[in-house]
């Protein structure tokens, strides 16, 4: 296979369209000739129009690779194995950890065009049902009913991507960004003193209870719908009540559980900030029935809310990665602990209640990958091993001083109303 650069300027290059706002690319070659069908699958690949910050770049490793492809007088429909990894090959410069990370979300953009261009045709498509050996790749694209596997089956997807370790098995995540209930005070606490609209400041504040006291991933809170949390008589029978977000990471369809705590927050969400402000604004026939909406009445995106949490870490100078997943990690550790001494009063074996601490939160986080719950429960181990409860503050005394802070506020406010009620007179 040919390993020599390529100049990524001349065979293949891709030309921008501005409509409505938004940026379409076509890609040509060096003969000035449209490529239609590279050009349709690249624009496949955004099926709501090229919008996202970082679409060019994903575009410009496209053409990258159709140029090397052109350089070899290869057809994307003949691409092989031994492609992808000389081109894999001739991305690599220096053996450093940092490029070969970086390759790898290269070729992750790159087996997604291909996908992207089988996808557009059934009779493409049927050409790789079946296919192994030299085409391990593009096989594994697809399953037997030829859909888009699973993300949670796309071990065998990249086959070719550099293996490289990570900083906590799984995760990129440190101990240190791993929030106590110290640090979920002080957040609240910078979320009050924001200044911004009280609309605003009650749901940013929702958005962390939720994900502190709730097994919602991000993307599953910002799909929430408010005629779920109108009626919470189970909760209030039961205690707790199940809940179905519209999205769920893999596409799955879990039910989780939400205590009469967080359910009572919400619906008082609901009532006191959400409907009222629809109506002042005079946006009920503009929402959608999303729970989280944006100022001006429009679905909350979750790239947006983990922008304005992180706005709020980075006031409180918390280390960058400490934002909103993180605080579903200390629900698990406390899932986790207290099931544990709970059966561990019940059958006074610590390896029993080992087991029946893991199954349960297995059940309430929804975890289908062994590695995905083998990566809390690392966490939670290891924080019980560290000098975090040393360091952290002390959360009950924090919170004495919030709650006498907000009767001091609230007081204040009614003082000032007294005031001015009778300056009227």
Partial sequence: MNNTRVDITKPVFALYASLSGREYPTLYGADKGTLKTESFAVNALYSDGIKASDSKDKVHHVVRFLCFLHQLQVPLEKV??????????????EETLAQKKSINIYLTTVYNFIANYYETDPVRLSSLIGQTHAYQVRSGLFNEHRARVRKNE??????????????????????????????????????????????????????????RTSAFRRNSIISLKASQFRDISDAEETGRMSVTPAKQKFGYQYSFEVNYSLALKINLFIRQGLDPYLKDEKLS??????????????????????KRISSYAKKLRWPKGKVLHVFRHLFAIEESDNEYESQLKINNDPNVA????????????????????????????????????????????????????????????????????????
């Fill in 285 to 306: 026939l503009k929402w959608s029935g999303a729970l989280f909406i944006n100022k001006n009445g429009t679905d909350m995106t979750k790239q947006y809310l983990t």
């Fill in 80 to 93: 092989r194995d031994s492609h992808l990894k000389a081109y894999r090959n001739n991305l690599l410069t």
């Fill in 354 to 425: 080992k087991s029946a601490a893991r199954i349960h939160l297995k059940e309430r986080l929804g975890h289908m990958s062994p590695e995905s719950q083998r990566t809390y429960l690392e966490f939670s181990q290891a924080l019980k091993g560290s000098d975090r409860d040393e360091k952290q503050h002390d959360t009950k005394k924090m919170q004495v001083t919030r709650q006498a802070r907000m009767e001091q506020e609230l007081w204040s406010l009614k003082t000032n109303k007294k005031t001015r009620d009778f300056d009227i007179k």
């Fill in 154 to 211: 796309q071990v065998k997807l990249y086959p070719l991507k550099f293996k490289v370790p990570s900083s906590s098995g799984l995760t990129g995540l440190r101990l240190d960004q791993i929030p106590t209930d110290a640090d979920y005070i002080l957040l609240l606490d910078c979320i009050e003193r924001s200044g911004a609209h009280p609309f605003l400041i009650q749901r940013d504040k929702l958005a962390i209870e939720i994900a």
